[in-house]
């Protein structure tokens, strides 16, 4: 299977152990579920961002 690279250092992902495997794959749930905030963020910063400056607008009136 392919390499795996953990603090700098590469590994051979069979070489892992169960323990050392399961724990990478909790990892890499992590991160991904972490972009995916990261994603969600951005968009609601964009909206706050419409919402406050339509609202600015309407009240300048």
Same mark, same amino acid.
């Given at each position: 299977? &392919? ?7 590469? *590994?051979?992902? +069979?070489? !892992?152990?169960?323990? &050392? ?7 890499? *749930?992590?991160? +991904?579920? !972490? ?27």
């Amino acid at each position: 299977m &392919a390499n795996v690279t953990i603090n700098g250092k590469e *590994f051979d992902y +069979d070489s !892992l152990s169960d323990k &050392a495997k399961a724990n990478l794959v909790s990892l890499k *749930f992590v991160q +991904d579920e !972490l972009a995916k905030i990261q994603a969600q963020t951005a968009v609601y910063k964009t909206a706050e961002a419409a919402y406050s400056k339509v609202l600015n607008e309407e009240i300048s009136d």
